[in-house]
């Protein structure tokens, strides 16, 4: 892990951020107190649509109308 003083980090947060991009981290530090750090962001891999398809079930009690008792807990009529 890297340590630089605040005011380094003012002058050179582009190159900064060129090193955590290659995986360094920065930590910014003002006198010898730590205050914050910079580290790479995870990339997240886009979402696939149908990515669950088939991995659930739906019965068919899912579809029979609720017990009264139950239905008057939700507001229902």
């Known amino acids: 892990m890297k340590t630089v003083t605040v005011h380094e980090a003012e002058l050179n947060l582009t190159g900064l951020l060129a090193e955590v991009e290659k995986g360094v981290d920065v930590l910014i530090a003002r006198g010898d ?28 009690e899912f579809f029979e109308p ?12």
Do not use: H, Y
């Open 33 to 60: 107190k730590p205050v914050a750090r910079l580290v790479a962001v995870a990339q997240l891999k886009p979402r696939v649509f149908g990515a669950l398809k088939g991995s659930g079930r739906v019965g068919p």
């Open 66 to 77: 609720l017990p009264a008792n139950e239905l008057d807990a939700w507001g229902g009529k």
